[in-house]
DNA sequence: AATGATTTGTTCATGTCAAGAACAATTACC
DNA sequence: GGTAATTGTTCTTGACATGAACAAATCATT
């Protein structure tokens, strides 16, 4: 599909009259007056741009840990649920198995955790190490950090009604 | 270690064989017994998994119309703010400028907007055709069967409360 | 009016990420 | 015992956001 990259000689819109903005104010009319309520009705939308936002923030707070959320996740039930298998995991966070086989290895090769060998020699065991559990001691910290950026943004009641209305996505059924 | 690797040879297609049977017994029972107490306290980990069952719900919703959501948000978007340009649409729904483009090919293409020149001959005013306007209509009927179905998740009090509290979410500023 | 800077739409290269197929090793089931 | 199912792994594919680079047009400053 070779079309010119931006249609060059267009018709001229000689014969709209549009309604004649001095620039300045269009810049800022633009950016401050779209009206997006037919959007902020829909729940969707909003649990989206509430993700993007929270994603964003977790990201830059377990930064200086070189952890990605989802890392932090399979820490976090590995502590939980010592010796689970990767399936179990995999299932418990809505990944599909192959999805999770390289943050583990990244995990496994920072040290942070193992996988032992069970008596089914199929599955492997997971297991924190020392380091693993040090190190999701101090992430635990700046993860309540930033559940209390979200609690600033959405006031504390507002945090507390999130939690308990989202917990019933939080058991996958 | 001395772990054996499974690594597959790569071999042409076998038969593909019959349709496996269910026996995911085992499977559901595992994911029974694990515990995620310790991400459920965090909203981040709840509004992720909010958003997965949302966002699965609204694509089917709006599949019988070949929309994907982000299509939809566009099409809103535009009819509530006819005319505004790509930039402006871009950065009330938080994408870069590049990446409307191809869903906005697409919309073009299947007759629901168009691209009309203005007095600024680098923008393009963006507009609703009447099939782009009735297409959103039966949409709107789908999306709020889609939203009595959260409803029905969270109840209608959790409902009306997850409107208000991701509200401030809604307007990027 | 000239000219450099900025904006808009577009293309392209890249990186990330999830989904799924295929496969080896192992175990479960009949 | 033999067939089916499970687990971990690799690889391929496709969707999708990101960012750079670029052409056309407009703005800003003189």
Redesign the interface.
């Given at each position: 599909m070779n079309r010119p990259r931006r249609a060059p000689t267009?018709?001229?819109?000689t014969d709209?009259g549009?309604p004649?903005k001095t620039t300045a104010r269009r810049a800022a009319k633009?950016?401050?007056e779209?009206?997006?309520?037919?959007?902020?009705?829909?729940?969707?939308?909003?649990?989206?741009?509430?993700?993007?936002?929270?994603?964003e923030d977790?990201v830059e707070t377990l930064a200086p840990l070189s952890l990605r959320?989802a890392q932090y996740?399979m820490l976090?039930?590995i502590?939980?649920?010592a010796g689970?298998?990767q399936?179990?995991?995999a299932?418990?966070l809505?990944i599909g198995r192959s999805g999770i086989i390289p943050p583990l290895d990244y995990l496994e090769s920072r040290g942070l955790l193992q996988?032992s060998?069970t008596s089914d020699r199929r599955t492997h065991a997971l297991h924190l190490t020392a380091q693993g559990t040090k190190l999701l001691a101090e992430a635990d910290k700046l993860?309540h950090q930033?559940?209390q950026r979200?609690m600033e943004?959405?006031?504390p009641r507002?945090?507390q009604?999130?939690?308990?209305?989202?917990?019933?996505?939080?058991?996958?059924s």
């Open positions: 267009r018709e001229t819109a709209a549009p004649i633009q950016r401050a779209v009206n997006v309520d037919g959007l902020t009705s829909v729940a969707g939308y909003l649990i989206r741009q509430a993700q993007l936002w929270v994603f977790f959320p996740s976090v039930v502590r939980d649920n689970l298998s399936m179990a995991l299932e418990v809505g996988r060998p993860v930033h559940e979200l943004k959405v006031g507002g945090y009604q999130l939690l308990r209305v989202l917990a019933v996505f939080g058991t996958r």
